[in-house]
Nanobody, 123 residues
Framework: QVQLVESGGGLVQAGGSLRLSCATS????????MGWFRQAPGKERESVAT????????YYGNFVKGRFTISRDNAKSTIYLQMNNLKPEDSGVYYC????????????????WGQGTQVTVSS
């Protein structure tokens, strides 16, 4: 339905920051609820943040505790995830997801996914 391409991952030390980007194409960006998910080796894919398409509501996983911020740039059809004060447990592959209806935290219910970008936080 919509093509998603993540970028911005990398290797940082604990306490550092990264900004992830998710560029979209193929459909009207504002027609989709957006989400950021992450998956560490041996663990389930978990919701990091969501952005509701109509209301602009933002929700975050409990582990974020004010460190992450999700935002949207309609002109660039891009959604961002600003990550500050990163911890080693934040390491994993971060994925961008989109769905025209679903806006929750269950990964399996999102229709479109990007390829993922690796985030590694060293101690």
């Amino acid at each position: 339905q919509v093509q998603l391409v993540e970028s911005g991952g990398g290797l940082v030390q604990a306490g550092g920051s990264l900004r992830l980007s998710c560029a979209t194409s193929g459909r009207i960006f504002s027609s989709y609820n957006m989400g950021w998910f992450r998956q560490a080796p041996g663990k389930e894919r978990e919701s990091v943040a969501t952005f509701w398409r109509d209301t602009g509501n933002k929700y975050y996983g409990n582990f974020v505790k004010g460190r992450f911020t999700i935002s949207r740039d309609n002109a660039k059809s891009t959604i961002y995830l600003q990550m500050n004060n990163l911890k080693p447990e934040d390491s994993g592959v971060y994925y961008c997801a989109a769905d025209p209806v679903y806006r929750g935290i269950e990964a399996s219910k999102y229709a479109s996914w990007g390829q993922g970008t690796q985030v590694t936080v060293s101690s």
